[in-house]
């Protein structure tokens, strides 16, 4: 499911315009953004929650070559899918 087909499923469900739904959801993926951005956490109960993680600099190898090259740390963005969510994937 691509985002437009996520606004029309949910435009559907609610009996809201296609354009207001775009908007809205588009303002919910800002919000979490923000926050997350800022190194807040989102928690969404029974969906899941978002925030940031930190991977460390590290040594690897370029595996064409295989001269060992030196990889940056970064910030990294996490999913933890909550309880429900889970739930709903795994019945069979």
Known sequence: MNKQELVDAVAAKTGGSKVAT?????AVIAAITGEVTKGGTVQLVGFGSFSTGARAARVGRNPATGDEIQIPAAK??????????KDAVNVA
């Open 76 to 85: 990294t963005v996490k999913f933890t899918a909550g309880k429900a969510f």
């Open 22 to 26: 775009g908007e809205a959801i588009d």
